[in-house]
């Protein structure tokens, strides 16, 4: 069982930025789609980026210019770094690792932009 564990979260004043990290207890290889999603409150569920399993990036059109995808092999993590944060950007996070055999999702992490 694939368990996967967010960090980075918080509160922060709009124009501000975090990093969100996701660890894996497993490998992360170029074979696996990575991905954030989102869901803020009374909201449904939304794809903010992800890496297909051909390296390909993508963005919610929301976030595109602000938010940056990335994968730490190595550290077996996937970033996801947020700059010029808007309060529309608050929201639960979720990380989530798809491959043939485990489709995996963090347990969630707050992230709140409020002055």
């Known amino acids: 069982q694939v368990q996967l564990t967010e960090s980075g979260g918080g509160l922060v004043p709009p124009g501000g930025s975090l990093r969100l990290s996701c660890g894996s207890s497993?490998?992360?290889?170029?074979?696996?789609?990575k991905a954030w999603y989102r869901q803020a409150p009374g909201k449904q569920r939304e794809l903010v980026a992800a890496i297909s399993t051909g390296g390909r990036t993508s963005y919610a059109d929301s976030v595109k210019g602000r938010f940056t995808i990335s994968t730490d092999r190595g550290e077996n993590t996937i970033n996801l770094q947020m700059n010029n944060l808007v309060p529309d950007d608050t929201a639960v996070y979720y990380c989530?690792?798809?491959?043939?055999?485990?489709?995996?999702w963090g347990q969630g992490i707050q992230v709140t932009v409020s002055a």
């Open positions: 989530n690792l798809k491959t043939s055999f485990y489709d995996a």
């Open positions: 497993k490998g992360i290889y170029s074979s696996t789609h």
